[in-house]
């Protein structure tokens, strides 16, 4: 029996929605389909949607802000049919990269947005 039949969206809880809606925007190249709400902001790319959703206050804490989160269970992984140029965009785009990674002819990097999310550019389609 199959009860989903696609990712549609993908919630990521935030500190400061419009920095990051700039970010996914501006840098990883996510168009913005809605940005009516200062709280809660739609980006989107080839079928799956991003949402940016603000932390409610009472759960902000200033000690995590902007550290890479290496600890997280969640990875966004973005398409890139070319991950050494893609990294070097990003690298002067202000994004903070890691070095390339090789694998059973997969080239991937990681890199983490300025909430400290970990994010992978991949060749994997």
Do not use: W
Not at 32 to 57: E, K, S, T, Y
Not at 61 to 72: C, T
Request: hydrophobic letters at 40%; one cysteine or more; charged letters at 25%.
């Amino acid at each position: 029996m199959t009860i989903v039949r696609s990712i549609s969206r993908v919630i990521l809880f935030v500190a400061d929605p419009a920095l990051m809606m700039r970010f996914y925007r501006d840098v990883i190249g996510l168009a913005v389909i809605d940005d009516g709400d200062p709280g809660f902001v739609m980006l989107g790319g080839n079928g799956c949607q991003l949402a940016l959703h603000r932390i409610p206050d009472e759960y902000l804490s200033e000690s995590e802000a902007n550290a890479p989160r290496e600890d997280s269970y969640v990875k966004f992984v973005f398409y890139s049919d070319d991950v050494e140029s893609d990294r070097g965009r990003l690298v002067a785009a202000g994004a903070r990269m890691r070095e390339i990674q090789r694998y059973n002819g997969l080239t991937f990097c990681d890199g983490a947005d300025p909430e400290g999310n970990v994010f992978q550019i991949s060749s994997r389609v």
